[in-house]
């Protein structure tokens, strides 16, 4: 369980400073990952977004925390962290980016923050996961390490390095077979949709995600959907970065346009 009361700089991360008045951009990792993977795109988007970081609990920093969490919990205390830290004050353009079980936890957030009765994110842009009303089943939690560490070669979204360091590996296990219980265990606790725009990414040889699965975020917001599919497999966006932050660049602009 994830504890009631929240330090929001302990959820969110900012690793650069933004322009007065920037848009703001929330980055939900994937499983086994952290706040970091997004320092290169908080360097790229930075001033004219101010770029934050989830970090979830039991890894890094936050290595001594319980790795025993749900998505649920999970996305209530990360909207508790973005109330506290974000929508407080002067009302900013603000969009949810999330790769892989960051997009579910970034859709989860926003209805959290929806129940709360305050204004989530202008837009989300949900990467590498197919919708949360598509179900598959899949046991990688329940694999050894090694058959856990073979997913993570096989999605090529780690560095290979850091996979063959066994320290590493053997401090930061807990925490990717947390994550990947939290989502292999994840079902939506209601249909309720978004109000805000979701726009999905999707690489067209993804294992893990189909273009027609992809496309069934359609039935999950109110608002406006757009979907972009990009050469490659479950993180095309490696390969496709400039094309993604020109797409936040875009979005976050037409959000402050609207706003």
């Not at 322009?19 to 320092?39: I, T």
């Not at 837009?123 to 050894?144: I, K, M």
């Not at 690489?203 to 972009?228: I, M, N």
Request: charged letters at 25%; glycine letters at 8%; a negative charge.
């Amino acid at each position: 369980m994830i504890p009631a009361r929240v330090d929001v700089g302990l959820w969110l991360r900012r690793f650069h400073t933004p322009a007065p008045n920037a848009p703001r951009l929330v980055c939900f990792p994937h499983a086994g990952g952290s706040a970091s993977w997004y320092h290169p795109m908080s360097a790229t988007l930075s001033p004219g977004l101010e770029v934050y970081a989830v970090q979830y609990p039991a890894r890094q920093d936050r290595r001594t925390e319980a790795a025993d969490y749900e998505i649920g919990d999970l996305a209530e205390s990360i909207a508790e962290a973005v109330a506290k830290g974000l929508l407080e004050g002067p009302r900013r353009p603000l969009l949810f980016f999330g790769h892989s079980m960051g997009a579910v936890l970034g859709f989860e957030t926003a209805r959290a923050l929806a129940r709360r009765g305050l204004s989530g994110p202008d837009h989300l842009v949900a990467s590498g996961r197919r919708s949360p009303t598509t179900h598959r089943e899949e046991r990688v939690h329940q694999r050894d390490d090694a058959g856990v560490l073979r997913e993570l070669r096989e999605l090529d979204g780690t560095d290979g390095r850091l996979l063959q360091d066994e320290e590493i590996v053997r401090m930061a296990m807990p925490s990717i077979r947390a994550d990947y219980r939290a989502i292999e265990t994840y079902r939506p606790r209601d249909a309720t949709p978004v109000s805000c725009p979701i726009t999905v990414l999707t690489g067209d040889a993804d294992p893990k995600t189909t273009v027609e699965e992809a496309l069934a975020w359609k039935e999950l917001t109110t608002g406006g959907f757009a979907s972009k599919v990009f050469p490659g497999g479950h993180f095309f966006l490696v390969q496709h970065q400039q094309a993604v932050y020109e797409l936040l660049r875009s979005l976050a602009a037409e959000a402050a346009v609207a706003g």
